[in-house]
T-cell receptor, first 112, second 115 residues
Framework: DAKTTQPNSMESNEEEPVHLPCNHS???????IHWYRQLPSQGPEYVIH???SNVNNRMASLAIAEDRKSSTLILHRATLRDAAVYYC?????????????FGPGTRLSVLP | KAGVTQTPRYLIKTRGQQVTLSCSPI?????VSWYQQTPGQGLQFLFE???????NKGNFPGRFSGRQFSNSRSEMNVSTLELGDSALYLC??????????????FGPGTRLTVL
């Protein structure tokens, strides 16, 4: 399975944009990039996913490098509620037997 | 629509006992996955059930087992509890199983403490 690497922790100021990087240098052509986050004392929640093109939704944007070996989750205006552990996960489009493999993720702290 | 519910939320057991945790998926979801989360190992996949069949299993000993009922509700059982089984056990449901686009919806978890 292709692996992802993320920084252990990042810090941001409230109301500023946050760019959370993820490296996946061994990504295959059929791997989708998914992001989940886990708020304190809660289960993880889906944030966004994409394949090649940049994606936007109400929570965040996903910017995918042209060679797909890295991606960046963008929170446009961080709030205190965005303090969480963010996980970058690869999901193979053609593998129906796969499970979710969570790495250690990036712990984002948001300062008021 | 109600989210994923897990019962009980907290549990204290002693070594050697067994425990059963329950998960009710979102209505209409047919896949249920279980995860163990510990500070040292992070989130680890236990197993996934779809249509009452185990489709996938993580690297855990046979003391960890599960099942799914016809209404998609799922239970997991841990026998002969060890101290290292103390963890947050998370259940996640999704519409289908295995598809790359599947969004998993997680419950709040059951916090198991083994003394």
């Amino acid at each position: 399975d292709a692996k992802t690497t993320q920084p252990n922790s990042m810090e941001s100021n409230e109301e500023e944009p946050v760019h959370l990087p993820c490296n996946h240098s061994t990504i295959s052509g059929t791997d989708y990039i998914h992001w989940y986050r886990q708020l304190p004392s809660q289960g993880p929640e889906y944030v966004i996913h994409g394949l090649t093109s940049n994606v936007n939704n109400r929570m965040a944007s996903l910017a995918i490098a042209e060679d797909r070996k890295s991606s960046t989750l963008i929170l446009h205006r961080a709030t205190l509620r965005d303090a969480a552990v963010y996980y970058c996960i690869l999901r193979d489009r053609d593998n129906y037997g796969q499970n979710f493999v969570f790495g250690p993720g990036t712990r984002l702290s948001v300062l008021p | 629509k109600a989210g994923v519910t897990q019962t009980p939320r907290y549990l204290i057991k002693t070594r050697g006992q067994q425990v059963t945790l329950s998960c009710s998926p979102i209505s209409g979801h047919r896949s249920v996955s279980w995860y163990q989360q510990t500070p040292g190992q992070g989130l680890q996949f236990l197993f996934e059930y779809f249509s009452e069949t185990q489709r996938n299993k993580g690297n855990f000993p046979g003391r960890f087992s599960g099942r799914q009922f016809s209404n998609s509700r799922s239970e997991m059982n841990v026998s002969t509890l060890e101290l290292g089984d103390s963890a947050l056990y998370l259940c996640a449901s999704s519409l289908e199983a295995g598809h790359y686009y599947n969004e998993q919806f997680f419950g709040p978890g059951t916090r198991l403490t083994v003394l």
